[in-house]
């Protein structure tokens, strides 16, 4: 199971940190990744990281703005998220594997508004 959580409604140019929860699985032998949906859009993988946190990949849309970054003791996968816009606004998912396509828990809403 995969759970977001950490997100609200900020305005822009706040920061706000992304926790996923990992549980059922060997989260330290899977690539993990964030993926967001905004309303009437497809879903877009914001980042990834490899298992072991040594390569990391970043949409060019908050690449300088977000990192990605986990904790294999602890289960966890984070998304340190400064400078934020409103076209961030979305439901941010996090999802087993470096792809985005893979199995993803309820997401967190992040709306960035004034």
């Known amino acids: 199971q995969l759970q977001a959580s950490g997100g609200g409604l900020v305005q822009p140019g706040c920061s706000l940190r992304l926790s996923c929860a990992a549980s059922g699985f060997t989260f330290g032998n899977y690539d993990m990744s964030w993926v967001r949906q905004a309303p009437g859009k497809g879903p877009e993988r914001v980042s990834a990281?490899?298992?072991?946190?040594?390569?990391?990949y970043y949409a060019d849309s908050v690449r300088g703005r977000f990192t990605i970054s986990r904790d294999n003791a602890k289960n966890t996968l984070y998304l340190q998220m400064n400078g934020l816009k409103p076209e961030d606004t979305a439901v941010y998912y996090c999802s087993a594997g470096w792809g985005g396509g893979g199995s993803r828990g309820p997401g967190t809403q992040v709306t960035v508004s004034s």
């Open positions: 990281i490899r298992r072991g946190g040594d390569n990391t």
